[in-house]
């Protein structure tokens, strides 16, 4: 059956066997539970149940393509006919899940985003795969004192270890998307640094890279009465730029805005 790919659900399908295999041989699954975001029309599902995985589930937001699934796959997959920004990803099983998502590249940061702040003590996933526009994982993966470096690269290394795998060009889809991508590994960060209110990360993070190209003075003084007495406690220069600070000195500084708002 033909279904016309929709735009607005960010339809990308991958047609490209070398680079499905390649996906589904970045982690061991065999006899392990997978999550699948977005399975569209099933070539990645294929591949991963291929690999002999204990149970594979998959949440599709689309109708129309989650009832092809259920005649395609039948009972060897869990269908989840839902949003992925809705669900509570950590209720759908006892076992730590490994996540492969070929992402729709319009809500890819705000799924990631979702399930770091959602994080309290413990991760409900293993390792999540997942595809990005190219230039969203060059930001996601960013090093401090680069361009790319900002909010999303502090947000991602808070709680993850990221790797990046392959690059994988518009070819490889149908239809072509206009841009290449990258496929990224996420692995949990254990011990992650504690702030209470991965709210107060955003906000600071906001303030300070919205002006990027501005000195440091400036939203410090916005975030903190005693600018200068905390750059000095951590010994940060304020004529350096947001992009100079490491994301770990982010993370100290929403815990000295949460200790003086206690
Ligand atoms: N995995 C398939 C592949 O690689 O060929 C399709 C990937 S396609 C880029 C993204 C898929 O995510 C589509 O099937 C789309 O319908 C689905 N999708 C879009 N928004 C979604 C949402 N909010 N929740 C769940 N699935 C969504």
Known sequence: MFIKPKKSLGQNFLIDRNVLEQIVDTVEITNKEVLEIGPGSGNLTT??????PKKVYAIEKDDELALLLKDKFVDEITIINDDVLKIS???????KLTVFGNLPYNI???????WIVNINKSFWFENLVLMFQKEVAER??????TSK????????????????????KPQSFSPRPKIDSTLLLFTPRD??????????????TRVFFSQRRKMLKKPFNQVFKNAKEISEKFNIDLNLRPQNLEAEM???????????RC
């Not at 996601?140 to 004192?145: G, H, L, Q, T």
């Not at 982010?250 to 003086?260: A, D, G, N, R, W």
């Open 250 to 260: 982010y993370f100290k500084l929403v815990k000295e805005y949460e200790s003086l």
């Open 108 to 114: 890819s940061t705000e799924i990631l985003s979702k």
């Open 149 to 168: 470096y900002g909010r999303l690269s502090i947000l991602s290394n808070w709680k993850l270890n990221i790797k990046k795998i392959i690059d994988i």
């Open 191 to 204: 011990n992650f640094f504690k702030i209470q209110n991965a709210k107060n990360l955003e906000m600071l």
């Open 89 to 95: 990803e950590d209720k759908i099983s006892s076992e």
């Open 140 to 145: 996601i993966i960013a090093e401090s004192n």
């Open 47 to 52: 591949f991963i149940l291929k690999k002999n």
